[in-house]
């Protein structure tokens, strides 16, 4: 629950970026909006974690502000780039979502609860995306995210 703690911190930055550069106040809005409910997500692993007497990350802040500096980046390019690097990264987000339901024990239905209420958002958020005007991000970029993510949650995992 950790790694996804450490996610959703950087999906809200994420988006909070991206809202900053927003051109067009419909993106602008979804993008708040989508922040929003990552902040919800945020609050349900914080909560679990309580339970599970874990805690999280302790590179938290850095994951806010690599994450707010790559949204604004993206925000920066564009809108239809900006809605394709959330396409992308939500893809990759309910990958790595059905991956920890792979793993997580079959009885810890809490924990799943809030897992698959996370991937059904995190879906909504790439198709809003997409129908908004995303582009498809180059196969380099897509990569780069990939690897980025890997060591995040590699990362969030042990520190």
């Given at each position: 629950?950790?790694?996804?703690?450490?996610?959703?911190?950087?999906a809200q930055a994420l988006y909070q970026g991206q809202s900053v550069f927003a051109r067009n106040s419909q993106v602008r809005s979804a993008m708040k909006e989508s922040a929003q409910e990552?902040?919800?997500?945020l609050a349900w692993c914080e909560d679990r974690l309580v339970e599970l007497d874990s805690q999280?990350?302790?590179l938290a802040p850095f994951w806010y502000a690599g994450s707010f500096t790559i949204g604004a980046l993206a925000?920066?390019?564009?809108?239809r780039w900006s809605l394709g690097f959330v396409a992308e990264t939500e893809r990759q987000v309910e990958t790595h979502l059905d991956g920890h339901l792979r793993k997580i024990a079959?009885?810890?239905l809490r924990s799943r609860a809030i897992i698959e209420q996370m991937k059904e958002d995190e879906i909504r958020h790439g198709l809003k995306a997409v129908e908004a005007?995303?582009?498809?991000?180059?196969w380099p970029a897509r990569q780069m995210m990939r690897a980025a993510s890997k060591v995040m949650t590699t990362t969030a995992y042990y520190v």
């Open positions: 629950m950790r790694v996804n703690h450490a996610g959703e911190i950087a990552e902040v919800d997500h999280p990350s302790r925000g920066m390019a564009g809108d079959a009885k810890d005007g995303a582009v498809d991000l180059p």
